[in-house]
Nanobody, 115 residues
Framework: QVQLVESGGGLVQAGGSLRLSCEASGTMLSIWTLGWYRQAPGKTRELVATRTSGGSTNYADSVKGRFTISRDNAKNTVYLQMNSLKPEDTAVYYC?????????WGQGTQVTVSS
């Protein structure tokens, strides 16, 4: 069974930085498209960033220039570096791995940005 375990969430002041980590077990992430999604209270889940196995990235307009997705295949981990955080970034962040007909999600980690 493939499992994605997230860490790094927490409370941070506006303008601060935070790095989320997602470590996979049960598979090697080298073949997967990896992504981060978030869901704020009362809103639908939205894409934050994705990164393919070939290194192609895609970011939501709201986070471009502030967030960076990266992957370390040797550690079987995907990261989301979040800089210049804003209160509107407050949400539950989810790690995702996708390949062919398979789609897996992490448990979610809370990120709260205070003003």
């Amino acid at each position: 069974q493939v499992q994605l375990v997230e860490s790094g969430g927490g409370l941070v002041q506006a303008g601060g930085s935070l790095r989320l980590s997602c470590e996979a077990s049960g598979t090697m992430l080298s073949i997967w498209t990896l992504g981060w999604y978030r869901q704020a209270p009362g809103k639908t889940r939205e894409l934050v960033a994705t990164r393919t196995s070939g290194g192609s990235t895609n970011y939501a307009d709201s986070v471009k220039g502030r967030f960076t997705i990266s992957r370390d295949n040797a550690k079987n981990t995907v990261y989301l570096q979040m800089n210049s955080l804003k209160p509107e970034d407050t949400a539950v962040y989810y790690c995702n791995a996708n390949a062919y007909r398979y789609n897996y999600w992490g448990q979610g980690t809370q990120v709260t940005v205070s003003s």
